[in-house]
């Protein structure tokens, strides 16, 4: 199931939601990009959907075995179809922590939100303000080869 959302006060409120179930006590490391900032590098952003337009919320079905890659799967899709577009893209997780909270519970109630469905994640979409950000360098000894 897929909630779109392009009103930009609502996209902004939910994002807020996100923005504040970030748990930097929970992450690997400290530290994103010097390229992209993000809510881990830069704690004054305040919107997990970093002024996107337009957010599709991706929700799928509780306790179904493979509800974790099919959403994510059907979020890559999108930003793959939206980069052909010309669209600029990004996922951003924490969909269920946003939804779990009191204010999250509401819009899933105003929004007539099956209850055997949960967000997993949410693809933004918009359009690069400036130069479309190159590609990264990718870090050696990410991939591996084996013979056996």
């Known amino acids: 199931m897929l909630v ?5 006060e609502l996209v902004e409120k939910i994002g807020r939601l996100n923005a504040g179930c970030m748990r930097r006590d929970k992450l690997a490391g400290g530290y994103v990009s010097a390229d992209q900032p993000s809510l881990i590098d830069d704690p004054t952003i305040k919107s997990g959907f970093y002024g996107a337009p337009t957010v599709v919320a991706v929700f799928a079905q509780k306790r179904f075995l493979y509800n974790i890659p099919d959403a994510f799967c059907c ?10 577009l010309g669209i600029a893209s990004c996922i951003v997780a924490r969909g ?53």
């Open 96 to 148: 269920e922590e946003t939804f779990m909270m009191p204010e999250g519970l509401e819009y899933l109630k105003k929004w007539n939100v099956p209850e055997n469905m949960e967000c997993k994640c949410f693809v933004l979409l918009g359009y690069v303000d400036g130069e479309y950000p190159g590609i990264k360098e990718r870090r050696v000894g990410r991939v591996m080869v084996v013979t056996e």
């Open 75 to 84: 979020a890559e899709n999108m930003v793959l179809e939206a980069y052909d």
């Open 4 to 8: 779109v959302m392009n009103d930009r």
